[in-house]
C-alpha cells in the first residue's frame, strides 16, 4: 500500500440516489490518470449519508472496474459495530486490500474504549485494517492509542492520518523501526513533509478531482526532486485554500464538476452566498489547473 490513492466522492441524482452512471465516469477518469488505487466509503464519499445496501453496491461496482495492478481501499465506518463487521467482511470478499477503520463517530469516548473497539473489530475481520485517524468528524486517536494497536495488533497495519498534526509524521515514522505499518497521510497539507518524513504514500480527496497534481508530488517527492515538490506542494496549498471555503467534501464534488464530472446536488440548499463562491471557483479553477 505505498502510492498515491484517490479518495472517490458518491454522485447523486437529483432524487437522492446514487447515481450509478456518474460513479463509473469519476472511477475512470481516476483510473485513467494513473492513480495507485482508489479508496471508498470515507470523508470524501460521504459515508454517513448511505444505507448500507448502497456502501456495498458501490464496492461491487468499482471492485469490477479496478486493473489488477490497482488497489482498492475501503471505508467501514457506521453505526454499530455490527454494521461496521459486517460491510468490512462484504469489502474485503469484494477484493478490498484494507479497510479503513475510522473510531465512532457522534457519541465521544475515551481512549481505552477506542482500543477495545478497534481491537474487537479487526480480529473479529481478520483482515488488514488502517485506522483512519479523522478527527473533524469521529472520535480522535491519541499517538499513543495508535502506537499501542500498531504494535499489539495482527490486523491493525497502519494508518490514515487526516489530523493535520505535522508531529505525528515524525513521530511514527520513528516508531516503525523497520516494522511493515504503513504510513498513509490523509491531510492534502501534510503531504510534501509526510513523504519526506518517509511516509509510504497518501490517501487524497483533492485526487479525487485533480489526480495529476497529487500524483506528481508524489513521483517527484520519491525522485528526490525537492525542487518541483515544493513548487506543486505551493500549488496544492493554493488549491486547498480555495476550496476550504465549502463544508467538506463539497469542494470536491465543485471542482469534479468544473472538469465536467457533476456529481448532482449538493447535501444542502444553497445559500446566495454559497452559489458565489461557486461562481468565483469557477473561474479561477481553469487559470490554475493549467500551471500544473
Known amino acids: 500500500m505505498k502510492g498515491l490513492f484517490a479518495a472517490v466522492v458518491t ?18 477518469f481516476l483510473l485513467s490518470m494513473g492513480v495507485h488505487g482508489l479508496c471508498l466509503g470515507g470523508a470524501t464519499g460521504e459515508y454517513p449519508h448511505f444505507q448500507a445496501r448502497e ?19 475501503v471505508g467501514i465506518g457506521g453505526q454499530s459495530v455490527r454494521r461496521v463487521i459486517k460491510l468490512g467482511r462484504i469489502a474485503i470478499d469484494e477484493g478490498s486490500e484494507a479497510l479503513l477503520l475510522p473510531a465512532p463517530m457522534f457519541y465521544r469516548y475515551e481512549q481505552d ?3 477495545a473497539y478497534c481491537t474487537h473489530v479487526s480480529r473479529e475481520l481478520a483482515a488488514p485494517c488502517l485506522l483512519y485517524d479523522l478527527p473533524d468528524f469521529t472520535n480522535p ?20 492520518d487526516s489530523s493535520g498534526k505535522q508531529e505525528n509524521l515524525a513521530a511514527f515514522a520513528s516508531e516503525r523501526h523497520g516494522d511493515g505499518w504503513n504510513l498513509l497521510v490523509g491531510d492534502d497539507r501534510m503531504l510534501a513533509r509526510g513523504l519526506a518524513a ?29 525542487e518541483e515538490v515544493a513548487r506543486l506542494q505551493g500549488l496544492l496549498d493554493e488549491l486547498i485554500s480555495k476550496i476550504a471555503v465549502f463544508p467538506t467534501p463539497w469542494g470536491i464534488r465543485i471542482g469534479l464538476a ?22 468565483a471557483f469557477n473561474a479561477w479553477f481553469p487559470g490554475w489547473l493549467e500551471r500544473i
Open 258 to 279: 468544473a472538469r465536467g464530472l457533476s456529481t448532482g446536488p449538493l447535501p444542502l440548499p444553497l445559500t446566495p452566498r454559497r452559489r458565489q463562491q461557486i461562481e
Open 11 to 28: 454522485p447523486i441524482d437529483s432524487d437522492g440516489r446514487v447515481d450509478d452512471a456518474t460513479f463509473d465516469r469519476v472511477i475512470e
Open 55 to 73: 456502501r456495498v453496491a458501490l464496492i461491487r461496482r468499482a471492485a469490477q472496474q479496478m486493473p489488477r495492478n490497482r488497489a482498492l481501499l
Open 198 to 226: 518517509g511516509w509510504d504514500g497518501g490517501i487524497s480527496g483533492v485526487a479525487g478531482f485533480c489526480p495529476e497534481l497529487l500524483l506528481r508530488l508524489y513521483q517527484n517527492a520519491v525522485a528526490g526532486q525537492s
Open 141 to 160: 486517536f491519541a499517538p499513543a492509542t495508535v502506537l499501542s494497536l500498531l504494535r499489539e495488533e495482527q490486523f491493525i497495519v497502519g494508518i490514515k
Open 113 to 115: 474504549d477506542l482500543r
